[in-house]
């Protein structure tokens, strides 16, 4: 199992916000400072330089997996320290969550983490976590195809790869 980790920035409304849902049902670990995050984790950031792949799964088994609940237009100003970690992004999918229905890169934070989990081989886990969810299951079934083939590919590039036919 991955330690996942979940940086509550404290910007959505508690109702809807998936992170603090996934802390409540003990899927992740809550941390409330930037500082306090694990130093060789891998962290999830849309604006990262390379895509999440299996080349990433031994540093995430080992060192765990965080997600930055957060908006996105505030990672600039985010501390140096958080910037030079290994952060990697999620290739394209769709949202299956009420908010973000069928929008493509408006992925809620649990299925940010799920999309990671099961890109690198922990399908079962990315399930679990899912399950929490009563719109969970159509996260996977609505992006089936791409992330069996992100999961079948062997490096970030070959990700970036799959990923154009499914943008162009």
């Known amino acids: 199992m991955v330690d996942v980790y979940a940086y509550l920035g404290g910007e ?5 916000c998936t992170a603090r849902k996934m802390v409540r049902f003990g899927a992740a670990r809550p ?27 031994q540093t995430i088994l080992n060192n765990g997996l965080v997600v930055l609940d957060l908006s996105w237009n505030k990672l600039e ?7 030079s970690r290994t952060r990697r992004a ?15 890169l408006q992925l809620s934070s649990v299925e940010a983490v799920a999309a990671a989990l099961y890109i690198i081989g ?12 009563n ?3 159509h996260f996977l079934e609505l992006n089936r195809e791409p992330l ?3 999961a079948g590919a062997t490096s970030s590039l070959e990700i970036i790869a799959i990923q154009s036919e499914y943008i162009s």
Do not use: H
């Open 90 to 104: 999620l290739p394209f999918l769709v949202a299956a969550n009420p908010v973000n229905w069928g929008k493509p």
């Open 122 to 133: 922990e399908k079962e886990q990315a399930g679990l976590i899912l399950a929490k969810f």
């Open 12 to 16: 959505d409304d508690p109702k809807k």
């Open 135 to 137: 719109w969970g299951k």
């Open 77 to 83: 100003r985010m501390p140096g320290s958080i910037l």
């Open 31 to 57: 941390v409330q400072r930037l500082t306090a995050l694990p130093g060789d984790a891998v962290v999830l950031d849309p604006t990262a330089p390379k895509a999440i792949s299996v080349e990433d799964r």
């Open 148 to 150: 069996e083939r992100y």
